[in-house]
């Protein structure tokens, strides 16, 4: 984790008689099978056609991330006029209609029939494709945009709004598109940098022009304590987002098709807990403490956490909840056993004779992984709160969220694969915005993510073999709070923005792009409708 260790219309799909192809292309039969295809898939434009010449044949839409494949037609293409509207052919769709009509400016008429000139959104009785995948046609002056889920024809609504803003108008033809992988987003550390509910409902805004899907909040930390909390109100920090606006930053996440992810890590960065309960701060035989660590040989230690944990595992109503597990500072002394006897004594009475720190450590994620599930959500963990070689060993339902192969404990990512674990990337070598630089940390530009990056570079430069694909869920780009004044809010959103771009088009494409970084750079001005 953070560096802080001084360390369709129902059946959509165009039929394209005598199809004139000018690039073969595979469609791939559920939305992660595009792993490492080489090529990027943006450039598969296939003509058919028409019985008019009066147009050229269209061009592929020009969107971030790009489209996968766009079969081309001769026609005008479509752009709003006065009398356009946007229609949902399935009322599960209206949220997604209205934002629409909202951002084109034109209106919403419900579930009605399209006329010329219009947007219709459907969702599709079938067809192949995961639920993020979506169809968009252009032709007869009206756009369809379908897919088997709501996500997908929400993803499908982007790439409208992006061609408009880019070009003008939407391309005449048929867009298919999936991503390639399922979870592309963002994470930022609240807890050591304070940011408005504002700020972060801003970001979300522009996560979801870009097809990312998932935010995570690192809100607990060394510094501070950064939610309201009804359980445990001692721990939280004098700066701090309300439960009300948590609230409302999911609301605006869940329109948005985006997945909140709290994290509460432990058994380390718990000094904003600890300061309340100094009783249970970890300390040596010589009785120095240990920052940010709590003893896990206290029961009480376990309690505190799985309260906070209950609590806010019920606030954000998500898949996922990460209880972070890195940085133990028990483990990172020389002879743990000698430093810490409480717990070397709770470990061997707890897990046997030949049980160590590591394992009582080892446990403890399992502990609160399991109270993670009962809650009916799937943990996640850094990956250096994963050990091998003792007596108890990481649950395999937790996902690795793999950072770091520096740290104590940590191991090559082809290690946590081979034992068929389920890994996130986020490689600190290019996804890591630090602020302040520390630790030889250096702003991660979106060229570097862009020309070099994909989601197999899980560790340092070199990426792992593709046979691992289906183990590697995706990515998300972190902002780490170690100096929190070293950039303001706004200098923040700034620095990332283009770095956020490049994650968006990698994760959705892994192959080498099309354009250029300078014509990436000005496409993503060109998309841009924030200002």
Do not use: C
């Not at 001769?74 to 997604?96: I, Y």
């Not at 359980?231 to 920090?237: D, F, I, L, M, R």
């Not at 990512?413 to 600190?428: F, H, T």
């Not at 995706?474 to 950039?487: E, T």
Request: glycine share 10%; aromatic share 8%; proline share 6%.
């Amino acid at each position: 984790m953070s560096p802080s260790r001084a360390p369709l219309v129902a059946g959509a799909a165009v039929a394209v008689a005598a199809a004139v192809t000018l690039t073969v292309v595979v469609w791939p039969e559920d939305s992660g099978s595009g792993a490492g295809n080489g090529a990027s898939a943006s450039s598969r434009t296939s003509a058919s056609p028409s019985p008019t010449r009066s147009y050229p044949l269209s061009t592929t839409p020009r969107t971030i991330p790009a489209v996968r494949e766009h079969t081309a037609a001769r026609g005008p293409g479509w752009k709003p006029d006065k009398d356009s509207t946007v229609v949902a052919a399935d009322p599960e769709l209206a949220d997604e209609a209205k934002l629409l009509a909202k951002e084109l400016r034109i209106g919403y008429r419900g579930e009605k029939s399209p006329r010329s000139g219009d947007v219709e959104l459907a969702l599709a009785a079938s067809g192949k494709g995961g639920p993020e995948s979506y169809t968009l046609r252009t032709a007869g002056d009206r756009v369809t945009i379908s897919g088997p889920g709501q996500a997908g024809v929400f993803y499908g609504t982007r790439t409208l709004k992006q061609s408009l803003n880019a070009d003008g108008s939407m391309p005449e033809g048929t867009v298919r598109d999936t991503p390639d992988r399922p979870q592309r987003g963002l994470n930022i550390d609240i807890a050591r940098k304070h940011y408005s509910a504002e700020w972060i409902e801003d970001r979300l805004h522009e996560m979801a022009d870009l097809k990312l899907n998932q935010l995570g909040l690192h809100f607990s930390d060394d510094q501070a304590f950064r939610i309201e909390s009804d359980t445990h109100p001692e721990v939280v920090s004098e700066d701090h987002l309300s439960k009300a606006e948590v609230r409302r930053i999911v609301k605006l996440a869940q329109s948005l098709h985006i997945t909140v992810v709290g994290e509460i890590d432990s058994p380390g960065h718990l000094g904003a807990v600890l300061r309340a309960h100094p009783d249970l701060q970890l300390t040596d035989t010589q009785g120095v403490a240990r920052k940010g660590a709590v003893d896990i040989s206290k029961a009480e230690s376990a309690k505190i956490v799985d309260d906070l944990l209950g609590e806010y595992a019920a606030l954000f109503p998500g898949d996922w909840f990460h209880v972070g597990a890195d940085e133990y500072q028990a483990l990172t002394v020389s002879d743990p056993a000698a430093s810490f006897p409480q717990l070397a004594a709770a470990a061997r009475e707890k897990y046997g004779d030949d049980a160590s720190i590591q394992d009582l450590a080892e446990g403890w994620l399992n502990d609160r992984a399991a109270v993670i599930r009962k809650a009916e959500k799937t943990p996640k963990a850094w990956n250096d709160g994963f050990f091998s070689g003792g007596t108890v060993t990481g649950n395999k339902g937790i996902e690795v969220e793999y950072w770091t192969g520096k740290e104590i404990g940590a191991r090559p990512p082809q290690d946590y694969l081979a034992e068929g674990r389920k890994v996130i990337n986020l490689n600190d070598e290019y996804l890591y915005y630090v602020l302040g630089e520390p630790n030889d940390f250096t702003y991660p530009t979106g060229e570097r993510i862009y020309e070099q990056w994909t989601p197999f570079v899980l560790r340092g430069t070199e990426p792992v073999a593709e046979r691992w694909s289906k183990q590697i869920l995706g990515g998300r780009f972190a902002v780490w709070g170690d100096f929190p004044n070293a950039q303001t809010q706004a200098q923040v959103a700034a620095g990332i923005r283009m770095p956020l771009n490049a994650v968006s088009q990698k994760l959705w494409d892994p192959g080498k792009p099309e354009l250029s970084w300078a014509e990436f750079k000005t496409l993503a001005d060109e998309v841009d409708s924030s200002d």
